[in-house]
């Protein structure tokens, strides 16, 4: 099992910045790809951006060029940092992980924090 805690969430104006947080902990040994999605009212979710092990990063073109998604290892957390906030991106953000298991994948979730954009 792997927990997922965020934080980093809030109010923010448009064009300004948030960084997201997400520390993980448990069976993290597991884990091969880390992420955010977001969830907006209506919609469904989708994948912001994402970290393989490897360091492969994978962005969503709506937030291209606005977006960067980094490792602390030490930490076991994974960072995301978003700029130039638009009224449009207002949703819940949720941390994700990837696990491997033995003939077996899985997903984790955290339990999500509000982005809201004032403009």
């Known amino acids: 099992q792997v927990q997922l805690v965020e934080s980093g969430g809030g109010l923010v104006q448009a064009g300004g910045s948030l960084r997201l947080s997400c520390a993980a902990s448990g069976s993290i040994f597991s884990i091969n790809a880390m992420g955010w999605y977001r969830q907006a009212p209506g919609k469904q979710r989708e994948l912001v951006a994402a970290?393989?092990?490897?360091?492969?990063?994978n962005y969503a073109d709506s937030m291209k060029g606005r977006l960067n998604i980094s490792k602390d290892h030490d930490k076991n957390t994974v960072n995301l940092q978003m700029n130039s906030l638009k009224p449009e991106d207002p949703a819940v953000y949720y941390c994700?992980?990837?696990?491997?298991?033995?003939?077996?994948?899985?997903?984790?979730w955290g339990q999500g924090t509000q982005v809201t954009v004032s403009s």
């Open positions: 994700h992980a990837h696990g491997l298991g033995y003939h077996a994948e899985y997903d984790y």
């Open positions: 970290i393989t092990s490897g360091g492969s990063k």
